[in-house]
């Protein structure tokens, strides 16, 4: 039954992992890959001294860092709302009211904030209303971190509090039952239970989190980035998309997957390093 999945996953992961040669190589399209000439690391070197390219890394960054601390929290408060209520009708409902922005495309949500928060949309109707100015949300370069940020804590928070769910649904009671007994308040039952008994899920989806850091959504970005302008809407991905496959510089975008995919791991290395520094386990057990 595995043998099927195992078939996919390497034809379409693994095997074109091989393409990456073409980062050291001046690839022409139309040629065997085996006929384009060998450049060495002059491809990185390229990359290295393009200023958008850089522009780029640190706007990835800045948007990791914003939402590593603004989003991954959410969930987790989530998940301990949804696990405190007392009627089962009420915790059903508020999961999939919760749940259900994670199932839209980002081209509805986008369309959602722009109806929202653009500058037709029903905030700057009021403000018209109210002879207060208007303010387009949507096409400010300034606080673009924070409406993606936002987006994408509408969309996926719900989602992610599921783990968290399951992860407060195998704590035993009975220790809750021992901690009120020896007189701990709803503050101590919760820092002496609830997050011991999370803190193992919540760092190793941190750790996840870490090596997909980069990946900030190549989607929802693609869509906005023109209101804003590259300034402050580029980002590794597309930076790829625009720069290496629109302007046919294959060898210089597979250039930037590779240095983004190093970053990635030495994130993973580094942030599991430190779960085996505070005693946990990790996404691996220290050797």
Same mark, same amino acid.
């Given at each position: 039954?595995?043998?099927?999945?195992?078939?996919?996953?390497?034809?379409?992961?693994?095997?074109?992992?091989?393409?990456?040669? %073409?980062?050291?190589? =001046?690839? +022409?399209?139309? %040629?065997? %890959?085996?006929?384009?000439?060998?450049? @060495?690391?002059?491809?990185?070197?390229l990359l290295f001294e393009d200023p958008s390219f850089w522009t780029a890394v640190l706007n990835t960054l800045e948007i990791t860092a914003v939402q590593l601390v603004l989003f991954f929290p959410v969930p987790i408060a989530l998940a301990l709302l949804i696990h405190s209520l007392a009627w089962p009708w009420l915790r059903a409902t508020l999961q999939s009211v919760l749940y259900l922005p994670h199932f839209l495309s980002w081209v509805i949500v986008? /369309?959602?904030? +722009? +109806?929202?928060?653009?500058?037709? /949309?029903?905030?700057?109707?009021?403000?018209? +209303?109210?002879d207060l100015g208007t303010v387009n949300v949507m096409a400010d370069p300034d606080t673009? %971190?924070?409406?993606i940020s936002a987006q994408v804590v509408w969309k996926d928070a719900g989602w992610g509090a599921i783990i968290f769910l399951a992860a407060l649904a195998a704590i035993d009671d009975s220790l809750y $039952?021992?901690?009120?007994? =020896?007189?701990?308040?709803?503050? @101590?039952?919760?820092?002496h239970v609830t997050l011991p008994g999370i803190r193992p899920i919540i760092v190793?989806?941190?750790?996840?989190?870490?090596? =997909?850091?980069?990946?900030?959504?190549? $989607?929802q970005i693609l869509l906005q980035r023109n209101a804003v302008g590259p300034g402050a809407g580029e980002v590794i991905d597309t930076y790829v998309y625009f720069h290496g496959v629109l302007d046919a510089n294959w060898?210089? @975008?597979?250039?930037?997957g590779l240095i983004k995919g190093l970053v990635g791991l030495i994130l993973i290395l580094a942030a599991n390093k430190a779960a085996h520094m505070l005693g946990e386990q990790g996404v691996y057990a220290k050797s």
């Open positions: 039954m595995v043998v099927p999945a195992l078939i996919l996953l390497l034809l379409f992961v693994y095997v074109p992992l091989l393409g990456n040669v %073409i980062a050291f190589m =001046d690839y +022409q399209p139309y %040629i065997p %890959i085996a006929q384009s000439p060998w450049v @060495g690391l002059r491809n990185f070197t986008v /369309g959602f904030f +722009q +109806q929202s928060l653009g500058a037709g /949309g029903v905030m700057n109707n009021w403000l018209r +209303q109210l673009f %971190i924070l409406l $039952e021992a901690a009120a007994i =020896d007189g701990a308040g709803a503050w @101590g039952r919760f820092w190793l989806l941190l750790i996840l989190r870490l090596g =997909d850091a980069l990946n900030v959504g190549f $989607e060898s210089t @975008g597979i250039a930037a």
